[in-house]
């Protein structure tokens, strides 16, 4: 398989991942809610379990603010990349495509937190969970929709 496909896969999770942001900073502004420690609290637990020394105390707090959301964007072009690779054989359906992209992410995005202590989902409110669907299903749908508009080229064909 050409490297096409899955650069197209990472530009549609790149693409995804700038429409997770954006409604998540909707999310903020309509609720005047703060925004997510969840993404800093990952980094530091990440760079603690693997041993990376993110510096002085302030050094550390910035490192980990601009980590948490590298973090996230890797996430979400890999998840690009690698629907890309699932999908170039057969044609998805769109509603199919959004699911698999945005649960997906949400999955390992929620799962890795989980896993870092970070959050627990078992404990979050019915609010909690449909501020975090939201942007995943955003996620989803552009991805899916940037995927489908980069393989057919503009014309007829959607993989």
């Known amino acids: 398989m050409s490297p096409a496909p899955v ?11 700038v429409a997770l942001n954006v409604v998540s900073y909707l999310d ?10 969840t993404p800093q609290e990952s980094a530091g ?39 890309a690779l699932l999908a170039t054989r057969r044609r998805t359906p769109l509603p199919v495509a959004v699911g698999l992209l945005g649960g997906g992410v949400m999955a390992l995005s929620d799962g890795s937190m989980t896993a870092l ?13 449909v501020a ?13 929709t940037t995927w489908r508009r980069l393989r057919s080229g503009g014309g007829g064909h959607h993989p």
Do not use: C, Q
Request: overall charge positive; glycine content about 16%; charged content about 20%.
């Open 45 to 83: 637990r990440l760079a603690d379990v693997t041993g990376l020394d993110l510096g002085p105390p302030e050094r550390a707090a910035n490192r980990r603010a601009g980590l948490g959301p590298v973090l996230g964007y890797g996430l979400g072009i890999t998840a690009g990349a690698v629907f």
């Open 117 to 129: 202590g970070v959050t627990d989902p078992r404990a979050w409110r019915r609010t909690d969970w």
């Open 132 to 144: 975090d669907l939201v942007p995943h299903l955003a996620y989803g749908l552009a991805a899916a």
């Open 28 to 37: 903020m502004v309509v609720r005047a809610r703060p925004e997510s420690s």
């Open 7 to 17: 650069v197209d896969g990472a530009i549609a999770g790149a693409v995804g991942s």
